[in-house]
């Protein structure tokens, strides 16, 4: 039996797509969303997580890489497959770099993420091939992880105060990344950087 624990913000989503693969009978699902996944991990102990990359409260704050810690309480790393899209290469980037090695289309089939699912809880790396495009694409992204988390909280909104509280920078610092982004991405200014970013997929 393969103990899955589902990541998904959207209730209603969530629920549809953990009743539809708790019909298989190799697999035992369990499903929160972002905010309580630390929580459930460590109450569920999964053998694998699927988690959707796309979060209510901004992907630079979603706990990603901790999905991928003990879970088991073995020592064993708990594997970490991702619900992802291929104009959205800055989250297959923040993905790879949180070590998931399992990556499904969210326009994919259910049975494909099945698929995923064996396979990467045997030990096998699954990536979709309809995410080749995005994985290029985030290969050639010029900003840094921590530059992209600021630039994810500057494109919604938050100010270099707030964005200094989120990530424990102080306001130096992100004025410092913003100047980076800036450079690196040939923007004018914040605003344009945002808009370039968000035109690339990157955040």
């Known amino acids: 039996m393969i103990r899955v624990l589902l990541v998904h913000d ?7 797509l953990a009743e539809r693969l708790a019909r298989e009978p190799d697999l035992e699902v369990f499903h929160t969303p972002w905010g309580a996944a630390r929580r459930r991990l460590g109450s569920v102990r999964p053998d694998l997580c ?5 979060c209510e409260t901004g992907y630079a704050l979603a706990p990603l890489g901790e999905l991928k810690t003990t879970a088991t309480g073995t020592g064993t790393r708990c594997p970490l497959l991702v619900l992802a899209s291929a104009h959205r290469p800055g989250l297959l980037r923040r993905a790879l770099d949180a070590g998931a090695v399992g990556f499904v289309d969210k326009a994919s089939v259910p049975e494909q993420l099945l698929t995923a699912i ?23 992204m010029p900003l840094t992880q921590r530059e992209l988390s600021v630039l994810t909280l500057a494109a919604g909104g938050a100010s270099v105060a707030e964005i200094a509280h989120r990530l424990h920078l102080s306001n130096g610092t992100v004025r410092n990344y913003m100047a980076a982004i800036t450079r690196k991405t040939g923007a004018r200014n914040k605003v344009d950087a945002i808009r370039i970013s968000l035109g690339e997929g990157w955040v």
Do not use: E, P
């Open 50 to 54: 699927v988690a959707d990359l796309d």
């Open 118 to 140: 064996r396979q990467v809880a045997a030990g096998v790396r699954y990536v979709d091939d309809s995410l080749g495009f995005g994985f290029l694409k985030a290969a050639q």
């Open 10 to 16: 959207a209730c209603l989503l969530r629920s549809a």
